[in-house]
């Protein structure tokens, strides 16, 4: 596992013994996340199936600490079949941040997957909080090793959720 960061950009990797359209099928199925979920957050798929390409969008049910219960809007941004995916988290149903008119986040959540040899795949996820506003960088930059333990174990969840297939 590598970790690398960039001022609002944080990425972490991880060799996993599965093809790259296996990995892919589990990450781009929602339903999925809460089994990845490194961080505690998520609390389940609220409406979206398995995501088939730039436009899409699912709704999971999360929970921080400082906003308690609340919904993410995530729109897929980026997709390329068993290589990429990556999702823009928006504020939505119980968020404070969800009131008209609506503030992006600017965040995305993105899975690059590069095949290494027979049977196994490298996955890099990468939080880029690039364009998020100013004021919101600073939590991304400041908390960074976090972000990064949090990250590592989405990995180690996903590695084992491979392993068992």
């Given at each position: 596992m590598?970790?690398?960061?960039?001022?609002?950009?944080?990425?972490?990797?991880?060799?996993i013994g599965a093809r790259a359209g296996e990995v892919f099928g589990i990450l781009s199925d929602p339903g999925r996340h809460?089994?990845?979920?490194g961080s505690g957050m998520l609390?389940?798929?609220?409406r979206g199936g398995a995501v088939s390409g730039v436009g899409d969008v699912f709704v999971m049910r999360m929970h921080y600490e400082?906003?308690?219960?609340?919904?993410?809007n995530n729109h897929i941004v980026e997709?390329?079949?068993?290589?990429?995916?990556?999702?823009?988290?928006?504020?939505?149903?119980?968020?404070?941040?969800?009131t008209a008119p609506v503030r992006a986040w600017g965040h995305r959540w993105i899975f690059d997957l590069?095949?290494?040899?027979?049977?196994?795949?490298?996955?890099?996820?990468?939080?880029?909080g690039s364009r998020m506003p100013e004021d919101r960088r600073t939590e991304v930059t400041e908390g960074r090793a976090w972000w990064q333990t949090q990250m590592a174990g989405t990995l180690e969840r996903l590695a084992e959720l491979c392993a068992a297939r």
């Open positions: 590598a970790g690398t960061t960039g001022e609002a950009v944080v990425a972490v990797s991880r060799r809460l089994d990845l979920d609390r389940g798929c609220v400082r906003y308690g219960a609340y919904e993410t997709y390329e079949r068993d290589r990429r995916i990556g999702w823009e988290t928006r504020p939505g149903r119980g968020h404070p941040d969800a590069l095949p290494d040899g027979a049977g196994a795949t490298v996955v890099t996820e990468t939080f880029d």
